[in-house]
């Protein structure tokens, strides 16, 4: 079964730092590009950033860029997003997300960790 | 930033009825375009990919329409487990920087 497991949220104030990580199984880790993904309490999704296969190529979302960083260990099937310089508007949950083969839509998604930006 | 726009914001239809959900690309999209559903509590799920091609396991009433800039999901008779949210996702693939609609909230009537 292909799942995708998120940790590392929690409560962290402005400006603070926080690694999040997903563990992915059931695939062939080392063949997909993989997201993150947010979603603000009670907002929509939001992209936020993309990672190739072997590492190589990274890309995010504007309001992220220079803080956050996407990262994966292919020997551990695990992929990470590194968050500096919090901000409130970065509450949200964060999911997990293999983006396809074949395209660019995702499936599947982990189960999401809450990240909680406030003093 | 390719912008996607959602209509309506909330849709309230009966059991049994068919729902209509649009979405609309700032560009033209072609077929690059994703179907979720979201229950509250849950992750998304995919629906629909390439605009139109039904996901593993996804029920038959469920169908999808469009290209370029205009997009349909029809779900042609709503069970009670449909009453949900639901965004679409525009793929471009080249740079693979991807942006979500707001979201249409589909209620029971």
């Known amino acids: 079964e292909v799942q995708l497991v998120e940790s590392g949220g929690g409560l962290v104030q402005p400006g603070g730092s926080l690694r999040l990580s997903c563990a992915a199984s059931g695939f062939t880790f080392n063949s997909y590009w993989m997201s993150w993904v947010r979603q603000a309490p009670g907002k929509g999704l939001e992209w936020v950033a993309n990672?190739?296969?072997?590492?190589?190529?990274?890309y995010y979302v504007d309001p992220v860029k220079g803080r956050f960083t996407i990262s994966r260990d292919n020997a551990k099937n695990s992929l990470y997003l590194q968050m500096n310089g919090l901000r409130a508007e970065d509450t949200a949950v964060y999911f997990c997300?293999?983006?396809?083969?074949?395209?660019?839509?995702?499936?599947?998604w982990g189960q999401g960790t809450l990240v909680t930006v406030s003093s | 930033e390719i912008v996607m726009t959602q209509s309506p914001a909330t849709l309230s239809v009966s059991p049994g009825e068919r729902a209509t959900l649009s979405c609309r690309a700032s560009?033209?999209?072609?077929?690059?375009l994703a179907w979720y559903q979201q229950k509250p509590g849950q992750a998304p799920r995919l629906l629909i990919y390439?605009?139109?091609t039904r996901a593993t396991g996804i029920p038959a009433r469920f169908s999808g329409s469009g290209s370029g800039t205009e997009f349909t999901l029809t779900i042609s008779s709503l069970q009670s487990e449909d009453f949900a949210l639901y965004y679409c996702?525009?793929?471009?693939?080249?740079?693979?920087?991807?942006?979500f609609g707001q979201g249409t909230k589909l209620e029971i009537k």
């Open positions: 560009q033209s999209v072609s077929s690059n």
């Open positions: 390439g605009a139109s």
């Open positions: 990672i190739h296969p072997e590492g190589t190529e990274t």
């Open positions: 997300a293999r983006k396809q083969l074949a395209g660019g839509w995702f499936d599947p």
């Open positions: 996702q525009q793929y471009k693939n080249w740079p693979p920087m991807y942006t």
